[in-house]
């Protein structure tokens, strides 16, 4: 058996500018015209949301091969430790108490910052007299959700009709929601995790083993552990802070990522942020094509590509580089 | 000689229960030592104590020299590198990829996956036979190259301590002694220290020079394998009866006798000879029964296994004809048993006066019946004729022990 299975990522970086450019002229205006006023908005505006898919993109699948991998669980991914509810209801506050139309950035930073603080809790939860386990973490990352996702939902009963509607559109995720600073902010914090997670990775790697087998082979198992859940908060957090709420891209992203180059994870991380890019910018390209002039929710798109995506992958496991 | 492993006076796990208690114990390196004890010893505490795994509440451990809690953990983990029982990964690793993750920590600071971090793989690959399967997935292996794949991992972190909890206890014999012999060519060609700990006393006992006996987290006992492993000292360990006896070659090998069947109060009697009853006679100790056995001869196979299994037994002398004094005896026993089980033994001139025996006792006979006519070496081949006679007075005839066991339940 040779090692065939493992691919090189030249052509993952050459889909790129492919993909951005046919993301880039598709849309309903048709290709617009450059030289006009209305046509350099158009496509200056796509150029935005390509740039926001790339980087939520990129956020929420590095966050999803950490967390499969300090888990050691296929099901993991970057919400199930709280920061999705935790960060949905730091925006709905936002909106709530009308702080969003005080300063653009209220929304985004209020759902980084409470996205952070969940997640902080779920660990010291977790941790109480202790290094954290992975099923404590799993334990009190799912009831900590629950109870958040239950404030949003008051939150959102009583906000008011057109409060709602704005929370809504950020629960199921808009690639249109950031302004430009924030999205270079966003970017550069994607940007410098990825590097850091990729300098990690052989210790990651050794993390997969489990706790103890990572400290004989002399990582520093808690030190790792929580500078990893860090890193990936802080990547699920701005992907949040930058897009709401997109399900589906931190579960499947990973599997695809290591049945392309296996599950080493000094490669993973930056091959696992180029395919969630990618997605998310076909993603959001068909989501405001499909029905145009109208445009259907993200999280919509990557739910209804994404699950037939991890069905076939799951038929051959495998070769997503993960075993049973 | 330096030591690879200093213990003084470590105690471990709860105050109030340690899990070690106040355990010294000096390990010399290059030396290949077995930890033995029950399950709750405290073996794998003490493997744990040493990789830093387990927090010390009392005493000091160091390793080569260096006090185990000034040790950073890369630098401990290029002293000492551990093979657990089993490692699983939900990754897809292939072999190679996993024995890399003996490299986890750069040696350097600043080096990736170096040219020497390369050839310590290549090296523990070649070393523990795995060259071949490098390219196959680990979570596909069998038990045993598994366990070869994570010694490779081991090895790849170029330890100088190598400590092993139960490697073998999911292996099969042959994987066991492959497991075993490497690790004695390790100990031999690289001068590892290796420290194991088994529940496989004659392993440990045909492998190991150095033994250490654990019991409620003390160390009862240190030494080469004949001062350890007495009868009496086992026995008072693990709490049952067993047996230390020198095999041919002069290995030690040791029996656990098993116990605590209830006994039925039925006594059976045994004819047999020739290694025809060892397997009756074990089964019928095993299942209760009171056994007694007659006659023969001293030297008889099966006389040695009755010796063994303390069945009481009428003996003659070595190859001697059976004497009226003998068969009076075995015809007392025989009496007073409440069934008679004769075994597929063959008869000659010397023993055919057991199924006499078998006759005159009056109480029921279970006879074996297979291949009468091969092993009837009596000068007028009256056997088949004796057979015939006792099965037309109401004998059971079977032919294989599990029948026999099967009649016996309906006896009893």
Redesign the interface.
């Known amino acids: 058996m040779s090692n065939s299975r493992r691919w090189p990522i030249w052509p993952l970086l050459l889909a790129v500018p492919v993909v951005c450019a046919g993301a880039l002229l598709a849309g309903a205006a048709g290709l617009p015209d450059w030289h006009t006023p209305l046509g350099r908005a158009v496509l200056e505006l796509r150029l935005h949301r390509i740039l926001t898919g790339l980087v939520v993109g990129a956020g929420l699948a590095g966050a999803g091969v950490v967390m499969q991998a300090l888990l050691r669980n296929p099901l993991a991914e970057p919400y199930v430790l709280g920061v999705s509810s935790g960060a949905g209801l730091g925006a709905a506050l936002a909106v709530f108490f009308g702080w969003s139309a005080l300063h653009l950035w209220a929304v985004p930073v209020a759902a980084f910052v409470t996205g952070i603080v969940t997640l902080t809790i779920v660990y010291f939860l977790a941790a109480r007299g202790g290094g954290a386990s992975i099923y404590g973490l799993l334990l009190s990352g799912i009831i900590v959700s629950a109870v958040l996702s239950n404030l949003l939902m008051l939150i959102v009963s009583l906000a008011p009709t057109e409060g709602m509607h704005s929370i809504l559109w950020w629960i199921l995720g808009n690639l249109q929601l950031s302004a430009q600073p924030l999205l270079l902010t966003g970017g550069a914090l994607v940007l410098g995790a990825l590097i850091i997670l990729t300098m990690l990775g052989a210790q990651l790697n050794a993390l997969t083993l489990g706790r103890e087998a990572a400290h004989h082979l002399g990582v520093r198992t808690g030190l790792m552990i929580a500078g990893c859940l860090a890193l990936a908060t802080l990547l699920a957090a701005t992907a949040v802070a930058l897009a709401g709420l997109i399900g589906f891209i931190g579960l499947i992203v990973p599997h695809a990522a290591r049945a392309w180059v296996g599950p080493d994870h000094r490669k993973l991380p930056g091959v696992a942020a180029i395919i969630g890019g990618l997605f998310l910018v076909v993603c959001d390209t068909v989501a405001r094509t499909i029905v145009a002039p109208q445009e259907i929710p993200i999280g919509v798109v990557t739910a209804l590509v994404g699950g037939p995506f991890f069905l076939a992958l799951l038929l051959r496991r495998r070769k997503g580089g993960w075993i049973e | 000689m330096s030591m690879a492993v200093i213990c003084r006076n470590v105690s471990a796990g709860y105050r109030q229960q340690p899990v070690l208690d106040d355990i010294s114990l000096t390990i010399q390196a290059g030396q290949m030592v077995a930890l033995l004890g029950p399950n709750g010893a405290g073996k794998s505490t003490l493997l744990r104590v040493l990789?830093?795994?387990q927090p010390l509440t009392g005493g000091e451990v160091q390793l080569f020299g260096r006090d185990l809690r000034q040790l950073r953990?890369?630098e401990?983990?290029?002293l000492?590198?551990?093979v657990?029982q089993e490692?699983?990964?939900?990754?897809?690793?292939?072999v190679a990829?996993l024995v890399a993750?003996?490299?986890?920590?750069?040696r350097d600071r600043w080096a990736t996956?170096a040219a020497a971090d390369r050839q310590a793989v290549e090296q523990a690959l070649a070393y523990t036979d795995t060259l071949e399967l490098r390219?196959?997935?680990y979570?596909?292996l069998s038990g045993g190259e598994k366990q070869r794949a994570i010694i490779a991992?081991?090895l790849a972190?170029e330890p100088q301590l190598l400590l092993l909890d139960e490697p073998t206890s999911h292996l099969d014999i042959n994987h066991r002694l492959e497991v075993l012999q490497l690790l004695e060519r390790l100990n031999r060609e690289r001068g590892l220290t290796v420290v194991m700990t088994s529940h496989d006393l004659n392993l440990a006992a045909e492998f190991f020079p150095q033994l250490a006996l654990l019991d409620h987290g003390r160390i009862v006992a240190t030494g080469a394998p004949a001062e350890v492993l007495h009868e009496e000292l086992l026995e008072e360990v693990y709490h049952c009866k067993l047996a230390v006896r020198r095999d041919a070659t002069g290995i030690l090998v040791i029996l656990p006798s098993r116990t605590g069947t209830a006994p039925t109060g039925k006594r059976v009697h045994v004819i047999c000879g020739g290694g025809s009853g060892v397997e009756v006679l074990r089964r019928l100790c095993l299942a209760g029964w009171q056994v007694s056995c007659g006659a023969l001869n001293q030297g008889d196979t099966d006389a040695q296994t009755a010796l063994a299994l303390g069945v009481k037994t009428a003996l003659e002398k070595p190859f001697s004809p059976l004497s009226t004094g003998v068969l009076a005896t075995a015809g007392q026993l025989a009496q007073a048993a409440d069934v008679i089980v004769v075994c597929e033994v063959p008869f000659g001139s010397g023993n055919v006066k057991n199924l006499d025996l078998a006759r005159q006792a009056g109480k029921p006979v279970l006879l074996n019946t297979r291949q009468v006519a091969a092993r009837d070496f009596t000068p007028q081949r009256e056997v088949q004729a004796l057979i015939q006679s006792l099965i037309e007075r109401g004998a059971t005839p079977w032919e294989h022990v599990s029948d026999l066991l099967v009649e016996l339940e309906k006896v009893r």
Do not use: C, H, N
């Open positions: 990789t830093g795994l953990t890369t401990r983990a290029k000492v590198a551990v657990p490692v699983t990964t939900p990754m897809a690793f292939t990829e993750l003996g490299r986890s920590v750069p996956l390219d196959r997935y979570s596909e991992m081991a972190q």
